[in-house]
């Protein structure tokens, strides 16, 4: 076979990402958001220890951790 008309899965995977790059972004950002958003709620919920984190300090707590 010729090497020119053959192409290597490494050289497939680096095409993949090339042409798809934008949309694996957009993917892992949504993954995560949906992620901080459950933390969130599981944050605020009453349990068997206790009352759930006031809304004000879970979202404190979140800005402190994004800005960095």
Do not use: C
């Not at 934008?22 to 009453?46: D, H, K, P, S």
């Amino acid at each position: 076979m010729d090497r020119s008309t053959t192409t290597l899965p490494l050289e497939k995977t680096n095409l993949f990402w090339d042409r798809n790059k934008g949309v694996i972004y957009v993917l892992a950002a949504q993954v995560f958001g949906v992620l901080m958003n459950l933390t969130t709620r599981l944050l605020e919920l009453e349990g068997n220890h206790g009352a759930g984190m006031h809304p004000f300090q879970v979202s404190f707590f979140r800005n402190i951790l994004e800005s960095h």
